[in-house]
């Protein structure tokens, strides 16, 4: 088992590596510069179809739930159709409405988590259409679905997951554009996605190089007690999957929020102990984010910023990982992977086990 680690102390620092070959896997063959769209026969649906969706509604559990709901956003942008993602271990427990014009998405990395399973069940009997992003060939999921995309991000071994989420979002960027694409998304739009698409590898690479930067990091925020996770529209699924893998892994309280939020509420928590990881993209809500540091600053709160280079924090002394830029609707493919560093170097410091945290299973496959 130790030869498949191929020199790494980890399945997961070796899976996080592995990121810039895993996405040219998953889109190898199925960007169309011709008409700026992507190819995903595998879906099973014709632009006919494709078109007929009223609304997507994504559905997986844990991280792949918070991956799911990176990929509502981008549809709701590139495609402009009502989307949303729900934890299937919810859907699975609330009889829920299923609708013929709603495609459903399940999302998984095993194929086999019984409870985005039974979610596809539910699906199918009352008659819904539902096509999967699965990362395993011929897993169960894989299997109920009428169709899909597959991740090809090559076998996942540490229960955290890193490549096969990435992959994720990036099926999702995919399954946006052919779906953008049958409505008013334009070829020239289409095709600037596909370059940003295209280029991700080499951005990914790139973020990992900071790696012993953010190492240093890590160390910082291992020694808080609890800590919070922030960023807003399409940087709160960031913040949500960044502190579900400090959790499963670092053992430490981490608490996601909408940035928008904290001044209803957890504001008050904020003082010397309490630091703040903030997502700070450059987009058209720096500014808002800006201020909301600001005043987790004012309060006494360390904040870590995870931003881009032209992002100016002015005045404010604020630790930052720098993120490479991509189109805004894709920048939380590439803001999420060195938050997977950050909680890998924060278990490594504290000691835990990193492959395996305690009370955790790669996927629940067990009622
Ligand atoms: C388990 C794992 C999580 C994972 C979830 C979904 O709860 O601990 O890390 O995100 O299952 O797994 P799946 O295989 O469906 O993506």
Do not use: W
């Not at 990121?19 to 008409?35: A, H, K």
């Not at 999921?141 to 090559?154: D, S, T």
């Not at 987009?283 to 280079?309: F, S």
């Amino acid at each position: 088992e130790d030869l498949d680690l191929g020199g790494y102390p980890h399945y997961m620092a070796k899976e996080i590596q592995e990121q810039p070959e895993s996405v040219e896997r998953i889109i190898r063959g199925r960007l169309d510069d011709r008409f700026g769209v992507a190819r995903l026969d595998g879906l099973n649906l014709t632009p006919r179809e494709l078109r007929g969706f009223a609304r997507v509604k994504i559905l997986g559990c844990g991280s792949a739930y918070y991956v799911g709901q990176i990929g509502a956003t981008m549809i709701e942008e590139l495609a402009r159709i009502p989307s949303d993602a729900e934890a299937a271990s919810e859907f699975r427990y609330r009889n829920p409405i299923i609708e013929a014009d709603t495609l459903y998405i399940a999302v998984s990395q095993s194929g086999e988590t019984i409870d985005t399973a039974f979610a596809v069940e539910e699906i199918k009997r009352k008659g819904g259409r539902v096509v999967g992003l699965v990362n395993v060939v011929g897993s169960t999921i894989a299997r109920a679905c009428e169709g899909g995309v597959y991740l090809h991000a090559g076998p996942e071994i540490a229960v955290a997951s890193t490549k096969a989420l990435t992959n994720m979002a990036v099926g999702f960027a995919l399954i946006a554009l052919a779906l953008g694409r049958v409505r008013d998304l334009s070829n020239a739009d289409g095709q600037r996605i596909i370059d940003a698409v295209r280029a991700l590898p080499g951005q990914i690479k790139a973020i990992l190089d900071f790696e012993p930067e953010i190492a240093e990091h890590a160390k910082t925020v291992a020694a808080a007690k609890s800590l919070f996770f922030v960023g807003r529209v399409r940087g709160y699924p960031v913040a949500r999957e960044g502190a579900q893998k400090f959790k499963e892994i670092s053992y430490r309280h981490a608490e996601a929020y909408q940035t928008s939020e904290l001044k209803h509420g957890p504001l008050a928590l904020i003082d010397e102990s309490l630091p703040t990881v903030a997502v700070v993209p450059s987009d058209e809500l720096t500014e808002r984010n800006l201020a909301a540091v600001q005043q987790i600053k004012a309060r006494g709160g360390a904040v870590l910023a995870v931003t881009h280079a032209d992002v100016d924090f002015g005045e404010l002394e604020v630790p930052r990982i720098i993120v490479p830029k991509t189109e805004p609707e894709l920048d939380p493919i590439l803001l999420t992977i060195p938050l997977q560093l950050l909680a890998y170097h924060a278990a490594l410091t504290l000691g835990y086990d990193i492959d395996k945290p305690r009370n955790l299973a790669k996927s629940v496959t067990v009622e």
